[in-house]
């Protein structure tokens, strides 16, 4: 018996990285899968994005695991796209039973620096996604009036500032805004809502983000580390989908806008 058997998970930015490993983990608890990822280069963040071959890599290994697996292409920041693959969800596997808003980009660039473009750009996917992720999913979880799971990744940018990234913070601290928000909202019926805070995370991003700031990706993650209470240089993206399982789960059916730290002791200093 898996924690989630029977239930239908739709993860955003599920092509790689932390989606992907939400996917797996879900998957391999007995979920089935929808996951969506825009699958192309966007002219901001200044690091390439998922892939359509990322995509199908995450829907054969989600399959591999013995569950179904959906994968559409998505840009979250359009509000046609995201209510289409909420339809195409519900009309693959009948009910959406969690939501994993995970898609996000993060960039480096002091205040003063940062243009209108990267600002709009980093406010859309990282917020205005989440927002319409669940403006279309949360009419259908009350329809069906079987309760439900939201979980939003925030970051420890979304509990404290970090220089180069004031727009990044801006859009993490939204989060937790809107995650307590829809918490109120939601909690008569039995759907919970919960963020995540990771610490920086070993993926694609780190790299992406020290050649887009003209820094080594080493030193980049040096000064992650150096912000550790625990030794560890980064955290791994299965750290932060066993957190959300937990979320996820019924052994966490009473847990309501929270905002839980995967952060190797980040918050500590």
């Not at 859009?171 to 919960?194: D, P």
């Not at 979320?247 to 995967?262: E, Q």
Request: proline share 3%; glycine share 10%; aromatic share 6%.
């Amino acid at each position: 018996m898996g924690k989630l058997d029977g239930k239908v998970a739709l993860i955003t930015g599920a092509a790689r990285g932390q989606g992907r490993a939400h996917a797996l983990t879900m998957a391999g608890e007995g979920a089935d899968i929808a996951a969506i990822d825009i699958c192309r280069d966007l002219p901001y963040p200044r690091y390439s994005l998922a892939k359509p071959e990322d995509m199908t890599e995450t829907v054969e290994l989600v399959r591999q695991l013995g569950q179904r697996a959906l994968g559409i292409e998505t840009d979250v920041r359009c509000a046609a796209e995201v209510e289409a693959a909420v339809a195409q969800t519900i009309a693959t596997f009948g009910h959406i039973d969690i939501l994993v808003c995970n898609a996000g980009i993060a960039d480096m660039a002091l205040t003063w620096d940062i243009t209108e473009e990267w600002w709009d750009t980093m406010i859309d996917v990282n917020l205005k996604g989440y927002w319409l992720a669940a403006k279309y999913v949360v009419p259908h979880m009350l329809a069906r009036k079987q309760g439900g799971r939201i979980i939003m990744t925030s970051s420890v940018a979304g509990l404290r500032g970090e220089p180069g990234m004031a727009h990044y913070c801006a859009s993490k601290w939204g989060v937790v805004g809107l995650a307590k928000s829809l918490a109120h909202e939601l909690s008569e019926h039995s759907i919970t809502v919960n963020t995540l805070h990771p610490t920086g995370v070993d993926t694609d991003i780190i790299p992406g983000m020290a050649k887009a700031a003209a820094m080594a990706t080493d030193d980049l993650v040096g000064f992650i580390e150096n912000g550790h209470a625990l030794p560890v240089k980064l955290v791994d993206a299965m750290d932060v989908a066993s957190a959300a399982l937990w979320l996820a789960s019924d052994d966490a059916r009473y847990v309501t806008g929270h905002t839980m730290k995967i952060d190797a002791g980040r918050m500590l200093k």
